[in-house]
């Protein structure tokens, strides 16, 4: 699951009514059968975690030889399964280059100047980033813009410091808002020195980004604290009480701002891969599945004695259940549409094995009829809720809706789903007008996710241990008879 955080209306017509009375025809198999079939998912699945959890896997990550087994592994899995490469490239076979940068900040500097008084922030409160060698603005103009963003004109802002106040879950996106509006550099001002600490630990270390991304951005952090020590108590209370006020407008600063900030660069290359299955009517568009491979390698506090992520529920579990789906998809019976397997590379570090693939995809975007993500879906027992990402934001609702109460489940928090949409590789596809959902026990009710992401998510306890999957082979299952449907001419025009 990534940490941050218009579709399409194409095909949807009358016909749906159709394929949902086609879907009423289908049978559904005897009890035995479908306890052995349980058995048998979980058991495969589990397998696979296993594997893709090790320690010698090292916690899959891109560049690493970590990445190379965990590549390996899904090929010999999906080819084993009768897939063949996906990427409509014969130099890269089964696998579709992500060129990635790796920064590393070096040092940093930010220092204010009021009339002739001139303050460097102490090194414990402020910290600057760039993605790029060196990032440099030399007495710069400041303009306060507190907690707005897109109400801020782009001749304000443009080539001034914006100066901001933090909020949570809101910053990234007002900064991507404001780097958009031309921005020079932004300072986030964070609370208390706990939220700084979090901020350094996070950019201090190693970073990647897309190569065809600009890497150039100049991102400033400094506490509160700092703040008032540069501009003045008065004068930092006075901004503090007008970013509250209901009429607030931004206002430029009688003070000027310098900041630097330094990093190491270095390319790598990793991959997605991409496999398929190809179906029996060519041209007739395309089933995507997609997970993602990628997790953080060695990343617990240097503290611990086992600092290794192992990400087995974000993600081992995603490409596990991924890969069992694939296989039983390819072993009973054919479709008529291709059926695309994506193992995603970068996804923690922003979708970017995503958005490299929505760059340069190997088949016609507009082919594909549904995508369907997989991100850390072992969380939930059996029978659970279903969290339905993306319900609203493409024509498959109705196909959807009626599978999830066909399987007598029921549609789990709305509110809790909306609010991983954006944090998750459809989200993507979305942008791009391909219907892409992510249906999962995991995301149905916050009794479920949110132990999960209190206690172990992002860490060196994202272990197999314990591991549930119950909700996970009820997914698989839903999965499968939903896709039988849309992968067919005939029930899915
Ligand atoms: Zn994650």
Not at 55 to 69: H, I, M, N, Q, V
Not at 124 to 132: C, K, L
Not at 354 to 367: D, G
Request: charged share 25%; with cysteine.
């Amino acid at each position: 699951m990534d940490r941050r955080m218009k579709a399409a209306w194409g095909r949807w017509s009358l016909l749906v009514g159709l394929a949902l009375l086609a879907g009423a025809c289908s049978s559904t198999g005897s009890l035995s059968d479908s306890k052995a079939d349980f058995t048998s998912i979980e058991s495969n699945m589990r397998g696979h975690i296993t594997r893709l959890a090790s320690e010698e896997f090292g916690g899959r990550r891109p560049g690493t030889d970590g990445e190379a087994l965990t590549l390996d592994y899904i090929e010999g899995e999906l080819s084993r399964a009768g897939y063949v490469s996906g990427t409509n490239d014969p130099g890269n076979f089964w696998r579709s280059p992500v060129p990635l940068v790796r920064t590393m900040p070096v040092s940093s500097r930010i220092e204010f100047r009021v009339g002739r008084k001139r303050t460097v922030l102490p090194t414990a409160q402020a910290a600057a980033f760039t993605g790029g060698r060196r990032a440099l603005i030399e007495g710069g103009e400041i303009l306060f813009v507190g907690k707005q963003s897109a109400s801020v004109s782009d001749e304000e802002v443009r080539g001034r410091i914006a100066l901001m106040l933090s909020e949570p879950g809101q910053s990234p996106a007002r900064r991507e808002t404001l780097f958009g509006k031309g921005a020079a550099a932004i300072i986030t001002v964070v609370d208390d020195q706990q939220s700084i600490d979090q901020v350094r630990e996070f950019w201090e270390n190693e970073q990647l980004g897309l190569v065809s991304e600009e890497q150039d951005q100049l991102a400033g952090f400094a506490s509160a604290e700092a703040m008032e020590a540069a501009l003045g108590a008065k004068k930092w209370q006075a901004l503090l009480a007008s970013a509250e006020a209901p009429d607030f407008a931004p206002t430029v600063l009688d003070a000027t701002g310098t900041i630097e900030a330094v990093s190491e660069r270095r390319q790598i290359t990793s991959h997605n891969l991409i496999g398929r299955l190809p179906g029996t009517k060519p041209g007739s568009g395309a089933i995507l599945l997609l997970a993602h491979w990628d997790h953080f390698g060695q990343c617990g506090d240097e503290s611990l004695e086992d600092r290794l992520c192992n990400g087995a529920v974000d993600n081992a579990s995603g490409v596990a259940l991924m890969l069992e789906l694939a296989r039983r998809l390819a072993s009973k019976g054919q479709h008529d549409r291709d059926i695309y397997v994506l193992a995603t590379s970068a996804e923690e570090w922003g979708l970017l094995g995503t958005k490299a693939f929505a760059e340069n995809p190997p088949l016609p975007l507009e082919s594909v009829v549904a995508a369907f993500n997989f991100d850390t879906v072992a969380l939930a027992g059996r029978g659970a809720p279903v969290g339905f990402v993306g319900e609203g934001k493409t024509p498959l609702d109705a196909v959807i809706l009626d599978a999830i109460t066909r399987s007598r489940r029921e549609v789990g928090d709305r509110e809790l789903a909306d609010q991983f949409l954006q944090r998750q590789d459809g989200w993507i596809l979305l942008q791009k007008g391909v219907p892409a959902v992510v249906l999962s026990s995991a995301l149905g009710s916050r009794e479920v996710v949110d132990p999960y992401l209190t206690t172990r998510y992002h860490r060196p306890s994202d272990d197999i241990d314990g591991i549930e999957l119950g909700g996970a082979v009820d997914d698989l299952l839903l999965h499968e008879s939903l896709i039988r449907r849309l992968a067919s001419i005939a029930r899915y025009p």
